[in-house]
């Protein structure tokens, strides 16, 4: 089924220079090719992973030379690098989808998961203010509601930061936080689709384990129309439906692919990992918006004190802080700030 977009979408897009961090990765190689729909002028994508910018091409001309000046080779948590990029290309638009993500990896490497949650959308965010980009979105997670994992942890954060950075007179910006999407890139579908395929057991974590899906179309194009709503105080969470059963999903890819007697072994639950996910947290609102499937969330303006906090955090992920540390500096912080929006709801 072709993806619609409203009219205030096609406006926002048109004829505009917009930039896309995390390019090659599923969300952000969709925003990609929707952004060429919508008749971008120009369409500027950033990733640090040089195979995901070749896949990239490959998939949107047929080739992938790889001599485009709109595909760029630069880190989000480089700030020299980011400023080059937007010095040279002036985006109008943002869309910032560049994100370190799987959980168990950012338990046991929480300076990273800094680095590039926290800190990458700190440069992105100043540097859109710095070059007067029109609007600003941030793509976050699910797991930043009511967040347990490092990489819930440093989602919320890069929402906090993302609402609460000095954005100036031009610059909107948003949030835009949605639960798990089918066969993105290192997902649970893509490993259920691997081991099936080879004949192996199926492992999940947990048999009672439930999470919300949508598809990459559909995702993307409710960020789009949420970025049309930025209003620099809001997340936007996107109607995922109901939340599935992981085992039932499994099973249903099973007997699609042939295999009506399947093995599914149950491993344990990962450190920080949640049973079921939420799209908001505690002390949070939700508000319908002008679209049926985007509700809003206000953030506390009050939260804009942990921006001190949150830059020596970052500090100490530069500095080789070790792992331990850093996690429970961040848990702590986190903590705050959930602390902090119940008691001014």
């Known amino acids: 089924m072709p993806v619609l977009h409203s009219p205030n979408a ?12 995390g390019a ?24 640090r992973d040089e195979y995901a910018l070749y896949r990239l091409e490959l998939g949107l001309t047929g080739q992938a030379m790889l001599t485009d000046d709109s595909m760029i080779l630069a880190d989000v948590a480089s700030r020299p690098q980011m400023e080059a990029v937007f010095a040279a290309c002036q985006p109008q638009l943002v869309f910032h989808a560049a994100a370190c993500k799987q959980l168990p990896l950012l338990e046991r490497a929480p300076a990273q998961a800094i680095l590039t949650n926290v800190q990458g959308t700190m440069n992105v965010a100043t540097l859109c203010a710095q070059y007067g980009t029109r609007h600003f979105v941030n793509i976050s997670t699910d797991k930043a509601a009511r967040p347990l994992s490092v990489l819930g942890m440093t989602k919320r954060l890069a929402e906090i930061t993302s609402a609460h950075r000095d954005l100036g007179a031009v ?9 798990n999407v089918f066969a993105s890139r290192g997902s649970f579908i893509e490993t259920v ?13 947990d048999t009672e384990m439930s999470r919300f899906f949508m598809t990459i179309p559909q995702a993307v194009s409710l960020v789009i129309e949420a970025a049309v709503m930025a209003d620099n105080s809001s997340i936007f969470t996107l109607d995922m439906g109901e939340s599935h059963n992981i085992v039932n999903i499994v099973r249903r890819y099973a007997l699609l692919a042939g295999i009506a007697d399947l093995q599914i072994v149950s491993t344990g639950r990962r450190p920080g990992e949640k049973l079921t996910e939420e799209l908001t947290g505690p002390g949070e609102t939700t508000h319908p918006t002008a679209h049926p499937a985007i509700t809003a969330v206000p953030l506390d303006q009050s939260l804009r004190r942990h921006l001190p906090a949150i830059r020596r955090l970052v500090q100490a992920a ?17 903590g705050a700030t959930v602390v902090a929006e119940a008691s001014a709801s």
Do not use: K, W, Y
């Open 24 to 47: 090659g990765g599923s969300i952000g190689s969709e925003l990609v090719r929707q952004m060429h729909r919508l008749g971008a002028a120009q369409v500027i994508c950033v990733d």
């Open 318 to 334: 530069r500095a080789g802080t070790p792992a331990d540390r850093l996690c429970a500096a961040l848990a702590e912080l986190v």
């Open 171 to 179: 610059t909107v910006a948003a949030s835009v936080r949605f639960g």
């Open 10 to 21: 096609q406006m926002l897009v048109e004829g505009s220079t917009v930039m896309v961090t």
């Open 193 to 205: 689709a691997h081991q099936v395929a080879a004949g192996l057991p199926v492992t999940v974590t």
